[in-house]
């Protein structure tokens, strides 16, 4: 019985409840709806805190563009105020590239501002869409601005220049004077270079001091007619015309630079010249030798014909009477010692070999700095009619020459960098002459 009653009950309780769920359907189906409500709005506030939402960055970036958009606008107003007093300060040639970017400044500004009328448009446009032209005027405004305070920069460069040009053309005139007094020692120099060198060696430096004169003549005029402009204001439209004087004195200092620099290759040309002279007897003294010791007759031909050459190529220079050519002899001694040189590779040591080319290498690079410089001036003269060919094995050499004189723990691939150099000086000399000539 007792367990009848129990189940009874049961039966009871369970359709009590049945009851229950029946009358209070509605509310329990809104109370799993409040619950479940409840937690997604918790969610989206945990993440909110987590991570600013796409609207309020929307908002930061917007409020940047606007900033941005009046600090373009009043640039492109203070621009157009600017270009007015360059133009009427330096004339309309000088102020057209200012100008012109105050013309594109103001077509980027344009185009921002229609971004921004778009983006207050009464259908507004998705919020990527609101970004992307939000980025879009940000970039906008900022490469105006920028622009435009590179614009403006330059004209308070040019300005300060013009302020300047009291101090500017006292140092033109001071630097004619002084240019002015290095002739009589070019001249100088120039006369004792023909008494003792080839006149080849000078072609490019025969009128250095007429050419100075000219362009020091030129500088003072236009240094003379630039004076008379000068204001009292302090603002001075001469800017110009100190430039066009500065590059005159420039050209006639480097003119009278150049003689006094290949008197100085030229004279440690001849230098070299006697050191290489007495390290290819000693070479002669040892292929001698080892022509006797070769081990056959074909080594001991080689040897005994790079004897001759070296032979050769030192009775030339001990006929050779003033004015000489120390380059032309370095050459053809560097030469002949090269054969030499390979002839008796296999009978030296390392040692040995080392030994040779720090004697040789001397020689070597002063011929190829002489060269460099003459067929440097050559070229510069020559102007435009010298084409690419011979400047780019100019070129070549020059970088010869930096691998030679970096290579100084290794003196034989120094040599061989040094005489890769003269080799390309040669053709570059060939090539240069041959352009100028047609």
Same mark, same amino acid.
């Given at each position: 019985?007792p367990?009848l009653?129990?189940?009874?009950?049961?039966?009871q309780?369970?359709?009590?409840?049945?009851?229950?769920?029946?009358a209070?359907?509605?509310?329990?189906?809104?109370a799993?709806a409040?619950?479940?409500?409840?937690?997604?709005?918790?969610l989206?506030?945990? $993440?909110?805190?987590?991570?600013?939402?796409?609207?309020?960055?929307?908002t930061?970036?917007?409020?940047?563009?606007?900033?941005?958009l009046?600090?373009a606008?009043?640039a492109?107003?203070?621009?157009?105020?600017?270009?007015g007093?360059?133009i009427?300060?330096?004339?309309?040639?000088?102020?057209?590239?200012?100008?012109?970017?105050?013309?594109?400044?103001?077509?980027?500004?344009?185009r921002?501002?229609?971004?921004?009328?778009?983006?207050?448009?009464a259908f507004?446009?998705?919020?990527?869409?609101?970004?992307?032209?939000?980025?879009?005027?940000?970039?906008l405004?900022?490469?105006a601005?920028?622009?435009?305070?590179?614009q403006?920069?330059?004209?308070?460069?040019?300005r300060?220049?013009?302020?300047?040009a009291?101090e500017?053309?006292?140092?033109?005139?001071?630097?004619?004077?002084?240019?002015? $007094?290095?002739?009589?020692?070019?001249?100088?120099?120039?006369s004792?270079?023909?008494?003792?060198?080839?006149?080849s060696?000078?072609?490019?430096?025969?009128?250095?001091?007429?050419?100075?004169?000219? *362009?020091?003549?030129?500088?003072?005029?236009?240094?003379?007619?630039?004076?008379?402009?000068?204001?009292?204001?302090g603002?001075?439209a001469?800017?110009?015309?100190l430039?066009?004087?500065?590059?005159?004195?420039?050209?006639?200092v480097?003119l009278?630079?150049?003689?006094?620099?290949?008197?100085?290759?030229?004279?440690?040309?001849?230098?070299?010249?006697?050191?290489?002279?007495?390290?290819?007897?000693?070479?002669?003294?040892?292929?001698?030798?080892?022509?006797?010791?070769?081990?056959?007759p074909?080594t001991?031909?080689?040897i005994?014909?790079?004897?001759?050459?070296?032979e050769?190529?030192?009775?030339?220079?001990?006929s050779?009477?003033?004015?000489?050519?120390p380059?032309?002899s370095?050459?053809?001694?560097?030469?002949?010692?090269a054969?030499?040189?390979?002839?008796?590779?296999?009978?030296r040591?390392?040692?040995?070999?080392?030994?040779h080319?720090?004697?040789?290498?001397?020689g070597? *690079?002063?011929?190829a700095?002489s060269?460099?410089?003459?067929?440097?001036?050559?070229?510069a003269?020559?102007?435009?009619?010298?084409g690419?060919?011979?400047r780019?094995?100019?070129?070549?050499?020059?970088?010869?020459?930096?691998?030679a004189?970096?290579?100084?723990?290794?003196?034989?691939?120094?040599?061989?960098?040094?005489?890769?150099?003269?080799?390309?000086?040669?053709d570059a000399d060939?090539l240069?002459r041959?352009?100028?000539?047609?």
């Amino acid at each position: 019985m007792p367990r009848l009653d129990v189940a009874f009950s049961s039966i009871q309780a369970a359709g009590d409840l049945v009851g229950g769920l029946v009358a209070g359907g509605v509310t329990a189906v809104l109370a799993v709806a409040v619950l479940v409500g409840g937690g997604l709005v918790l969610l989206f506030r945990r $993440r909110d805190g987590a991570r600013p939402s796409a609207a309020s960055g929307l908002t930061t970036l917007r409020t940047q563009a606007n900033v941005l958009l009046v600090r373009a606008d009043e640039a492109v107003k203070a621009g157009d105020d600017e270009l007015g007093f360059a133009i009427a300060q330096f004339g309309g040639e000088r102020s057209r590239e200012f100008g012109a970017a105050v013309t594109e400044a103001r077509s980027k500004v344009t185009r921002a501002f229609q971004l921004r009328h778009e983006l207050d448009d009464a259908f507004p446009e998705s919020i990527q869409k609101q970004r992307e032209w939000t980025l879009q005027i940000v970039a906008l405004c900022e490469s105006a601005i920028a622009l435009l305070a590179g614009q403006d920069h330059s004209f308070t460069a040019l300005r300060d220049e013009e302020v300047a040009a009291p101090e500017r053309l006292a140092d033109v005139q001071s630097s004619i004077l002084a240019t002015r $007094r290095r002739f009589t020692p070019s001249l100088a120099t120039l006369s004792r270079l023909a008494d003792d060198y080839a006149p080849s060696l000078l072609s490019a430096h025969e009128t250095a001091v007429a050419d100075a004169t000219a *362009l020091l003549d030129t500088a003072e005029g236009v240094a003379d007619a630039a004076a008379g402009q000068l204001s009292p204001a302090g603002v001075n439209a001469v800017n110009d015309s100190l430039v066009d004087a500065e590059d005159a004195v420039r050209r006639a200092v480097r003119l009278l630079d150049a003689v006094d620099a290949r008197a100085t290759e030229l004279d440690a040309a001849t230098a070299a010249l006697s050191t290489l002279v007495a390290t290819a007897r000693a070479d002669l003294t040892e292929a001698r030798v080892q022509r006797e010791a070769a081990p056959d007759p074909a080594t001991s031909e080689a040897i005994n014909d790079a004897i001759s050459g070296v032979e050769a190529a030192l009775a030339g220079v001990a006929s050779a009477k003033p004015p000489t050519d120390p380059i032309t002899s370095l050459d053809a001694i560097g030469a002949a010692v090269a054969v030499l040189d390979a002839a008796l590779a296999s009978a030296r040591n390392q040692k040995q070999r080392l030994d040779h080319a720090v004697s040789a290498l001397g020689g070597t *690079l002063a011929s190829a700095k002489s060269q460099f410089s003459a067929i440097s001036a050559f070229i510069a003269v020559g102007g435009r009619r010298v084409g690419a060919d011979a400047r780019t094995r100019l070129a070549q050499a020059e970088r010869e020459l930096i691998d030679a004189q970096a290579a100084g723990a290794d003196p034989v691939e120094a040599l061989d960098a040094a005489r890769r150099a003269v080799t390309h000086l040669r053709d570059a000399d060939a090539l240069a002459r041959y352009d100028a000539g047609h």
